[in-house]
C-alpha cells in the first residue's frame, strides 16, 4: 500500500470515528479536478480527430474536381475523325415492288338466266377455251325459236311478193301491148305499170325483212352461246363468285361477277426507280426479287419496259419486270424488293451518318482543316444507306470529318484531334 492510499484510509477512519461520536453523515467526497481536464482534452481530441477525418478527403476531391473544371475550360474540345471515300461505280439498289399477273380479267355473263352447272373452282389451272361454267337460258332458247321461225316467214313472204311482182310484170306487158292497138286505154296501162312499181318494191321490202330476221337470230344466237363461259387465256382461277342455281343478269356490275382469272407464268414485278437511277435503267437489265418469306431462293428476272416518263408525283419511274414463275412460288398480289445492279455517272464521298449535321442552315458536315479548326460546309445527300450517307457535293475527299460533330461545333473553332 503506498503513502497516498494510506493516507486515504486514515483519514476514512477518523472520518468514521467522528461520525460514531457526533453522529452526522460525513459530506461527499470531491473527485480531483485534474482528473476531469483530462477526460474533457481527451473528448475534445477525439472529436478533432474526427472531424478532421471525415473533412480532409471531402476537401481534397472539391480541390481535385476544381482542378478538372480549370483544366476543362482552357483544354481543347476533343474530336474523332475520319477520311471519306469514294463510293464504288457499280451500286446494289433495293427497292420495294409488287407482283403482279401477266393478264388478269374478271368475267362476267353476257347473257341472262341461272348457273347450271360449274366446271371449276379457286386454284384450278384452266386452259385457253376451257368449258368453266354453263348457264341455263330458257328465255334466250326461246327467242332463238322465235328469230327462225320469223326468218322463214320472212323467206315466204318474199316468194310471195316475188311471184307478185312476176304477174304484174306480165300485165304491164300485156297493155304495153294492147295500147298499141288500141285496144285498151292509157289508164289501164298506167295502173298496170304502177302496180309492177309496187310489186317490186315489195319485194325489195320483203328482202330487208329477211336481213333483219337474220341479223335477229344471229343476235339470240349469240346469246345462246354465251351461256357457255369460257376461259379467255390459260391461267389460273383466282376468285369465283357464283353457285349452282344463282340467278345472272348480262352486265358488269360488280356483283354479277362470274370468275376472276389471271395468268401467272411469267409474272409482272413493278418497281418505282428513284430518278436519280431511271437514266441507268434500260431493257433487259438484269433484276434480282427478293421475297422475305423465301430469303434463299434465287428468282431472277429482266426488265421488259419502263414509263419513260418521271412520275411528277413521287419522282420515279415506273418499271416493269418479268419474271419466270414455273413452279407458282410468286404470288400475285405478293410485296416483294427488287435488287438493281446500275452504274454511276458519278461516284459520291460516303462518310458516317452520325458526321451529318440538321440544322436551320440546312445539311452540314464538320471538316477540321489543317491548323486544327472546324470548317462547316453545306453538303448535297445522295442516298442514305443507313450507316453511312453518300455526299455528291460540297467536301473534298482530303478533308477530315468529325464523326459525332454534336451542337458544340462552330465555324472556327480550334478542336483537338483524338488518335
Partial sequence: ?????????QNSQHAASEHDEVGAMPPAPQPARWKLALITSLAAILAIGVFYLGWTPKANQQRALAREVDISKSALPRVRVTLPREAEELTDVLLPADIQAMQ???????????????????GDQVEAGQLLAEIATPEVDAEVSQAAAELLGAEATLESEKANAHLSEINAQRYRRLIKTVATSQQMLDDAEAALLVANAKVKLAEAAIQVSKANLQRVTELQSFAKVTA??????????????????????????????????????????????????????KAQVVLREQPTQDIVGKVTRTARAIDPNTRTLLTEIQVPNDDGALLIGSYAQVKLQLQRDY?????????????????????VTAD???????????RDMGSEVGITSGLDPAESVVINPGDRMSQGLHVEIDK
Avoid: C, W
Fill in 232 to 285: 379467255p387465256f390459260a391461267g389460273v382461277v383466282t376468285a369465283r363468285s357464283i353457285e349452282v342455281g344463282q340467278l345472272v343478269t348480262a352486265g358488269n356490275a360488280q356483283t354479277q361477277a362470274l370468275f376472276r382469272l389471271a395468268s401467272t407464268n411469267p409474272v409482272r414485278v413493278f418497281v418505282n426507280v428513284p430518278q436519280v437511277y431511271a437514266a441507268h435503267v434500260a431493257k433487259d437489265l
Fill in 347 to 367: 461516284t459520291p464521298l460516303l462518310i458516317p451518318s452520325s458526321a451529318i449535321i440538321f440544322n436551320s442552315l440546312g445539311t452540314q458536315v464538320a471538316a
Fill in 104 to 122: 388478269e380479267t374478271v368475267l362476267y355473263p353476257r347473257t341472262n338466266g341461272y348457273v347450271l352447272r360449274r366446271h371449276v373452282d379457286i
Fill in 1 to 9: 500500500m503506498n503513502p497516498s492510499e494510506k493516507t486515504t484510509q
Fill in 372 to 382: 486544327n479548326r472546324i470548317a462547316l460546309h453545306d453538303v448535297q445527300i445522295e
